[in-house]
Antibody, heavy 120, light 113 residues
């Protein structure tokens, strides 16, 4: 069974850059789309963007100017950078895997999530 | 963006009774070339990540009890829990993966009456 694990600082200062990494275990990062999704406290789910193992990306237009998602195939990891953060970026951040090979699919595997708080 | 709207926002159902959640998309998520609806349903319990229940609108994920079923096509979809169990108390989300940005419904909270 594929497992995903998010890692990164739990506290980020206002206006700085949030950086998270998702480690993929027991499976290769090849051939799937990998997403970042966030959930503010007590609210719903927001898709941030995804990356194919080749490196091609798609971003949510609402965040596109501040987001970069990258992949490190040698480490079987993908990463999220979100710049110029504010309190509105405080959320649980999840990484997730598409179910379908090489095409759009439902998210069948999720990490446990990591809480990121933005504070001055 | 494709806007996903769920109804109701919350519902309370007696144990053993049927629970029905509706999801409407602002545009069709049906792809004619492969005859598939790009619609998924998730269950989220407190402190846990969402869990995939249904994909392609009506295909149950492996290990999901058969009391969960999905139906619908185009823009209108339904998740049905045929006989509510105590462990089904959760928030349920629909989500489209027809196009980016992928979008979720606002969630429906299911409780025991």
């Amino acid at each position: 069974q594929v497992r995903l694990q998010e890692s990164g600082p739990g506290l980020v200062k206002t206006s700085e850059t949030l950086s998270l990494t998702c480690s993929v275990s027991t499976a290769s990062i090849r051939s799937y789309y990998w997403s970042w999704i966030r959930q503010p406290p007590g609210k719903g789910l927001e898709w941030i963007g995804n990356i194919y193992y080749s490196g091609s990306t798609n971003y949510n237009p609402s965040l596109k100017s501040r987001v970069t998602i990258s992949v490190d195939r040698s480490k079987n990891q993908f990463s999220l950078k979100l710049t110029s953060v504010t309190a509105a970026d405080t959320a649980v951040y999840y990484c997730a895997k598409d179910r379908e090979v090489a095409s759009s699919g439902a998210f069948d595997i999720w990490g446990q999530g990591t809480v990121v708080t933005v504070s001055s | 963006d494709v806007v996903m709207t769920q109804s109701p926002d919350s519902l309370a159902v007696s144990l053993g009774e049927r629970a029905t959640i509706n999801c409407k998309s602002s545009q069709s998520v049906f792809y004619g070339s492969n005859n598939k609806n790009y619609l998924a349903w998730y269950q989220q319990k407190p402190g846990q990540p969402p869990k995939l229940l249904i994909y392609w609108a009506s295909t149950r994920e492996s290990g999901v009890p058969d009391r969960f079923s999905g139906s619908g096509s185009g823009t209108d979809f339904t998740l049905t829990i045929s006989s509510l169990q105590a462990e089904d108390v959760a928030v349920y989300y629909c989500q489209q993966y027809y196009t980016t940005p992928r979008t979720f419904g606002q969630g429906t909270k299911v409780e025991i009456e």
